[in-house]
């Protein structure tokens, strides 16, 4: 399993990111797909998750109306929208696949600061 994140940066409040996650090594279609995040000094938290055909997501309170994920089966990836960011969105964000244990990549560093 490897698991490839992509798409972080610094970006002003306000302002949108969308995070890419590559996955290989497993049928990507048969597993539900997750975002994590982990701001210094705080436990990693549960972002975004999406279910194997896509017809089920799930959102934290604290991203909802602003996030979306998505997927595209065709392509092993999976998406994160993130619109209206603020500085306290701010962490490493993680792709996550349970198959069955955890797997996650590397992470890609989201930055909201003006």
């Known amino acids: 399993v490897h698991l490839v994140e992509s798409g972080g940066g610094l970006v002003q409040p306000g302002g949108s990111l969308r995070l890419s996650c590559a996955a290989s090594g497993f049928t990507f279609s048969n597993y539900d797909m997750r975002w994590y995040r982990r701001a210094p000094g705080k436990e990693r938290e549960l972002v975004a998750a999406?279910?194997?055909?896509?017809?089920?997501?799930y959102y934290a309170d604290s991203v909802k109306g602003r996030f979306t994920i998505s997927r595209d089966n065709a392509k092993n990836t999976v998406y994160l929208q993130m619109n209206s960011l603020k500085p306290v969105d701010s962490a490493v964000y993680y792709c996550?696949?349970?198959?069955?244990?955890?797997?996650w990549g590397s992470g890609t560093q989201v930055t909201v600061s003006s």
């Open positions: 996550n696949v349970k198959n069955p244990y955890d797997y």
């Open positions: 999406i279910s194997s055909g896509g017809g089920s997501r």
